[in-house]
């Protein structure tokens, strides 16, 4: 079976694209792959409407990562639901998911994104840094597991 590697240089690359080309069926799929939460895929395009930017990539017709925004379209904007299949982790799509995205928000005065468990090393990689200031309201244990300095600290 031939890796998916193999066909990095064939990826198409698509920032704010007509979403109703979109395979959201995969898009469910791909979160449910990486052990996100299972998504609704009605409710995961209505979510993706809403964003000012959102960025897929596809291997021909497979969706292989994807990405978002949240925004008030001026001051402050959070980059969420950074997905990459786990077939093409580890080859920079993730960077280039997140960094298109970035740029796209240059004009905010605040750009954040709260990272997935064991992702924190990725971000810092690539230059985001860690806030000091940030807190979260927990709606559930698994958030308090994922997102919250326990006594001994952070993960």
């Not at 066909?7 to 792959?33: E, F, G, K, S, V």
Request: glycine content about 6%; hydrophobic content about 35%; proline content about 3%.
């Amino acid at each position: 079976m031939e890796k998916a590697y193999h066909h990095m240089t064939h990826l198409n690359h698509r920032l704010n694209p007509d979403l109703t080309d979109i395979p959201w069926d995969q898009a469910c799929q791909l979160m449910d792959m990486v052990g996100w939460e299972k998504r609704n895929v009605m409710e995961l395009r209505a979510a993706f409407e809403k964003s000012t930017y959102s960025y897929f990539v596809f291997d021909d017709t497979r969706l292989v990562g994807f990405g978002r925004t949240v925004d008030d379209s001026q001051y402050y904007a959070l980059i969420v639901d950074v997905v990459v299949h786990p077939d093409y982790q580890g080859k920079g799509l993730g960077t280039r998911i997140v960094n298109s995205l970035k740029d796209a928000l240059d004009d905010y005065l605040f750009t954040t994104l709260t990272a997935a468990r064991g992702k924190h090393g990725f971000y810092k990689k690539i230059g985001w840094q860690q806030q000091s200031s940030a807190f979260i309201w927990p709606r559930n244990e698994s958030q308090i597991e994922d997102h919250c300095f326990t006594e001994d600290g952070p993960e």
